[in-house]
């Protein structure tokens, strides 16, 4: 005998969890996706990740302390769709901390500048049409479409972003700014 003790951790499942699930989890459901959808590009894939998503949700649910279920499922939404897109979708994928010095600094510059003149671009953006706004927004690298769909698609404060990025505000207000920015860019050479 080695004397050594092995330990085994017994996670048992009670009704107690499945009502907590469908309580906090299951109401956020169509909003998951939706981040999934326009995280992943496609419907299917959407469906995979919002499917695991669900079950690491009740995996933890028991074990969690869930004080904003809505933040809550929408950062399991996100991890795992990023998780989903690193494994099938490695080069769709950019982390900031991935981006050069220099793009990091253009980030913070440009969303400390904050222009709140109207520009043509501004105005591009207002006259585009929705499926025009819709194809921009999903040619956004995934790190600027997600701020803009948690920001504009389903209305979370910065807080309640950074919360579900697991970002400081100040970077979340970057990148909303910044993808803003690319938004009307994209928008302003599709009209004349």
Same mark, same amino acid.
Do not use: C
């Given at each position: 005998? *080695?004397?050594?003790?092995?330990?085994?951790?017994?996670? =048992?499942?009670?009704? %107690?969890? *499945?009502?907590?699930?469908?309580?906090?989890?299951?109401?956020?459901?169509?909003?998951?996706?939706?981040?999934?959808?326009?995280?992943?590009?496609?419907?299917? %894939?959407?469906? %995979?990740?919002?499917?695991?998503?669900?079950?690491?949700?009740?995996?933890?649910?028991?074990? #969690?302390?869930? @004080?904003?279920?809505?933040?809550?499922?929408?950062?399991?939404?996100?991890?795992?769709?990023?998780?989903?897109?690193?494994?099938?979708?490695?080069?769709?994928?950019? /982390?900031?901390?991935?981006?050069?010095?220099?793009?990091?600094? #253009?980030?913070?510059?440009?969303?400390? #500048? +904050?222009?709140?003149?109207?520009?043509?671009?501004?105005?591009?953006?207002?006259?585009?049409?929705?499926?025009? =706004?819709?194809?921009?927004?999903?040619?956004?690298?995934?790190? /600027?479409?997600? @701020?803009?769909?948690?920001?504009?698609?389903?209305?979370? #404060?910065?807080?309640?972003?950074? *919360?579900?990025?697991?970002?400081?505000?100040?970077?979340?207000?970057?990148?909303?700014?910044?993808?803003?920015?690319?938004?009307?860019?994209?928008? +302003?050479?599709?009209?004349?």
């Amino acid at each position: 005998m *080695s004397g050594r003790i092995e330990v085994t951790k017994i996670i =048992v499942r009670t009704s %107690d969890d *499945s009502a907590l699930f469908d309580e906090v989890f299951l109401p956020h459901l169509q909003e998951a996706y939706r981040l999934a959808r326009w995280l992943t590009g496609n419907a299917s %894939d959407a469906d %995979d990740v919002v499917q695991e998503a669900a079950m690491r949700a009740f995996r933890a649910i028991g074990t #969690s302390d869930v @004080i904003n279920p809505r933040a809550w499922s929408l950062t399991i939404v996100r991890n795992t769709a990023y998780s989903w897109l690193m494994k099938n979708k490695p080069k769709d994928v950019v /982390f900031a901390e991935e981006l050069g010095e220099a793009d990091r600094e #253009s980030l913070d510059r440009d969303a400390a #500048s +904050g222009r709140q003149d109207k520009t043509p671009e501004d105005i591009a953006i207002l006259n585009a049409t929705a499926e025009e =706004v819709r194809k921009a927004l999903a040619a956004l690298p995934a790190l /600027f479409r997600e @701020i803009v769909v948690l920001r504009e698609m389903h209305e979370l #404060s910065y807080r309640e972003i950074a *919360s579900v990025t697991n970002l400081p505000i100040g970077t979340v207000m970057s990148r909303l700014s910044r993808a803003r920015q690319l938004l009307i860019g994209a928008l +302003g050479q599709v009209r004349p």
